[in-house]
């Protein structure tokens, strides 16, 4: 999953917009960034799987994706944004953070194989199986998901026509990007193309920036629209201001 990882990143942040929107876009993505990084040491282990959405099998992701390890990290996480805001803002992007990191493990069990473990190295895994067992569907679900809550989030941020669309468009750019098969999605063209020596390597890499690069250019994105909206609030209280 992908697209609603971020879609509920981004709705998180309209429920808090005085945080700055990296704290939960961040942290919706957090356990796959740390995934990341540990297919790039090969502590998680992965394989060819061509036949399904991911394009690999998650042979060994207990370290970040097992629900201990979800409420480690998401202590941890918790840990790193408090020095990003103020002290009266504190406990809220705490809680905010966390609330992201472990959403993450909830969203994944909804598609998973059973690859998700009660902790590292446990027997009891978790997951629903939809990726294999009816994969387009999963990729509808996660779609309806996604642009629902975005739906949600443009209301509550108050966004105009334009930007709603931009960020819709975006969002549905990056669902394309991960379809099924018979389509054809990156991760899957990475699994046929790279020597499997290097796949752990390749794929950590990929996974790492591609969240990273995905979360922190919204995070840019809403500052910016968020200054646009101050600015347009001040100059209308101003004006209300100067008639009477």
Known sequence: MFTGHIALGLFLYSLYPSLPPQIPLVGSAF??????????????????????SLGVTLDFIDYDHSLLACIAWGAVYTAMVRPLVSKRQRNTASLLGFVAVMSHWL???????????????????????????????????????SFGLWAATAKNLKLDKTKSIKMAGVLGLIHLNIVPPPGVNPMQILVHRVDRKWLHQVGGIAIFS?????????????????????VKEAIAKARVKKTR
């Open 31 to 52: 356990i796959d960034l740390i995934n990341g990084i540990f297919l790039l040491l090969s502590v998680d282990r992965i394989s060819p799987a061509p036949h399904l």
């Open 210 to 230: 591609s969240f990273l690069i995905v979360t922190l250019g919204m995070s840019k994105v809403l500052r910016r629209w968020s200054t646009a909206q101050d």
């Open 107 to 145: 969203l994944d069990y909804s598609v998973h194989q059973k690859d998700l473990a009660m902790y590292p190295g446990s027997t009891l895994k978790f997951g629903t199986e939809l990726w294999e067992t009816h994969p387009w569907g999963a990729w509808w679900m996660e779609a309806a998901f």
